[in-house]
């Protein structure tokens, strides 16, 4: 059984920074890839983030690329993401993910939810002034 827990999220102004974690625990070995998704009011959820498992190789959605940071520290089971220069449009729930995909991190196969076979419960980051 494996568990991901986010935490991190809140409330912030624009232009402000936030830090999300992700803790993982249980059955490490089907964790390859991991990833950050989000879900704003009436729409879908959203790719935002992937990391490999060795956490060299990364993608991020175009939406978010040079705010937006993700990395991993394999030897404490987290997944993080640094978000700098927050926008309001960047108000979502948060979702971490993990799965088996041991393919090429910067594939469409990456962004793709079906990917991924764990998920958090979500964590709320709202940006607003």
């Known amino acids: 059984q494996v568990q991901l827990v986010e935490s991190g999220g809140g409330l912030v102004q624009p232009g402000g920074s936030l830090r999300l974690s992700c803790a993982v625990s249980?059955?490490?070995?089907?964790?390859?890839?991991m990833s950050w998704y989000r879900q704003a009011p009436g729409k879908e959820r959203e790719f935002v983030a992937a990391v490999s498992k060795s956490g060299l190789a990364t993608a991020y959605a175009d939406s978010v690329k040079g705010r937006f940071t993700i990395s991993r520290d394999n030897g404490k089971n987290t997944m993080y993401v640094q978000m700098n220069s927050l926008k309001p449009e960047d108000t979502a729930i948060y979702y971490c993910?993990?799965?088996?995909?041991?393919?090429?991190?910067?594939?469409?196969?990456?962004?793709?939810?079906?990917?991924?076979?764990?998920w958090g419960q979500g964590t709320q980051v709202t940006v607003s002034s």
């Open positions: 249980g059955d490490m070995s089907s964790i390859n890839s």
């Open positions: 993910a993990g799965g088996a995909y041991f393919g090429g991190i910067t594939s469409i196969r990456a962004r793709d939810t079906t990917s991924y076979q764990h």
